[in-house]
């Protein structure tokens, strides 16, 4: 009996003991602080708050322009676009819940959390053009499709291949006054024409062979259409869409250099006065032709460094008759005036950065001065502003009209700054010579 008690006395007492030491730890729990419970689970949560930031983030952009300060800015940076709008990653993504019918029948209604699903990017952006309202065209040969976009708020919508349309590979884009959309497609050897509610209406395939970068002659109702294939700029009637003529020797090889015909043509704009501007892409130049077709100039020569093409693609004209190339070869985007003289130029080594370019393309400026230039590489879409004669002068003298107010003698006008000649290409020529590509 002894040996019996003993033995519920010990068990008594290691329940005691156990009873004791939970107790201990409660009081402890009980007596700690909240912030000492839940630090770890804070350092945690901000650790998981805390996001990564791009080097691009870190940017300034408001202080990239051309050229650097003091000088008179004639071109900024604004932005880019590299797809679809992004949605909202802060909110938390809703997930739909399976109908009873639904789980026996085994469909999946879970749609994920994740935001990208479903998400367009920019491929290969070739194509750029600007309608009435200010939307942005971009054809991207890669996604089949061409991207509408609000540069404002950047939505977007797209002309889809399969669904809006039958696209092979897409690569210019013309719009009309009226917003009536023109793509050429060099897979399917045509010229597709859609309606201001993005429905395709017709089919241009006379004289085409391989079609690239287009513009249209508002005033003359022509069509201008550059043909890598065929060496050469068909011309159309933007209403009828009847071949109207040619300009170049057709079917050279790509061999000719003759004034007035072409290697590879891949880019075409048209000025207020009706003269059509071609990038000869392998014979690194641009030639001028007259309304009537007739060649009228050409300037540039083969070479790397700025005032020099390695190999022309896009060109655009902008408000002041000044010519905008950009040189896939290069990655930089030159400014020349009606006589072939460099202004200025953008890019000076291939990057990603903001400002500086990879895989180089097309050009657009719009109505609004702002200027889209499209890249293959990264997908992508950049945007600038450029400061016109009038506003740069504008400027200036806004400047030395506080030089004066505060009692300074007026500086000796800045080579950034057009200057009051006949011709004001020319000051452009020679502000931007010494500041260019800073």
Not at 172 to 179: F, H, P, V
Not at 288 to 309: I, S
Not at 392 to 413: H, L
């Amino acid at each position: 009996m002894k040996e019996v008690k003993m033995i519920e006395r010990t068990h008594n007492s290691i329940q005691w003991a156990k009873s004791s030491v939970a107790l201990a730890i409660l009081i402890a729990l009980a007596m700690a602080s909240p912030s000492a419970l839940f630090a770890s689970d804070k350092k945690k949560k901000d650790t998981e708050s805390q996001k990564p930031v791009s080097v691009i983030e870190k940017i300034d952009t408001s202080k990239i322009v051309w050229p650097e300060p003091p000088n008179v800015t004639r071109i900024k940076y604004l932005n880019y676009f590299a797809g679809e709008k992004l949605p909202d990653f802060s909110a938390k993504q809703a997930k739909s819940k399976s109908a009873w019918m639904d789980r026996l029948a085994g469909t999946d209604t879970n749609k994920g959390d994740d935001p990208l699903k479903n998400h367009f990017f920019m491929g290969e952006p070739h194509g750029l053009v600007v309608d009435s309202k200010g939307n942005l065209y971009v054809a991207d040969a890669k996604v089949g499709a061409i991207f509408v976009i609000n540069p404002e708020t950047r939505e977007t919508q797209l002309i889809a291949n399969g669904r809006d349309a039958s696209f092979g590979l897409i690569i210019g884009l013309a719009i009309d006054d009226s917003d009536r959309l023109f793509v050429s497609d060099a897979e399917a050897h045509r010229i597709m024409v859609f309606n201001p509610q993005h429905k395709a209406e017709a089919v241009i395939k006379d004289g085409v062979a391989d079609p690239a970068g287009m513009a249209v002659d508002n005033e003359n109702r022509f069509l201008y259409v550059a043909d890598v294939g065929r060496d050469q700029v068909l011309v159309y009637d933007a209403d009828t869409f009847k071949l109207l003529r040619t300009i170049g020797t057709p079917n050279t090889k790509h061999a000719s250099q003759a004034l007035g015909d072409f290697a590879k043509p891949t880019g075409v704009a048209v000025d207020s006065d009706g003269n059509v501007y071609v990038t000869d892409f392998l014979n690194a130049r641009v030639e001028v032709f007259d309304a009537d077709g007739n060649f009228v100039r050409t300037f540039g020569k083969r070479g790397d460094g700025p005032g020099y093409f390695a190999m022309p693609k896009g060109i655009a004209i902008d408000c002041d008759n000044h010519i905008w190339v950009t040189d896939s070869m290069q990655n930089r985007v030159q400014v020349y005036s009606q006589e072939g003289d460099l202004l200025i130029y953008m890019g000076v080594v291939q990057g990603l950065l903001p400002g500086t370019f990879s895989g180089l393309q097309y050009i657009t400026i719009d109505k609004n001065n702002r200027v889209f230039t499209s890249e293959v590489f990264p997908g992508r879409v950049q945007m600038f502003r450029y400061f016109t004669q009038e506003e740069a002068r504008a400027e200036f003298d806004r400047r030395e009209a506080e030089k004066k107010q505060a009692g300074s003698k007026p500086a000796a006008t800045p080579a950034s700054t057009p200057a009051k000649e006949k011709q004001p290409e020319k000051s452009d020529a020679a502000k931007d010579k010494g500041s260019a590509g800073k």
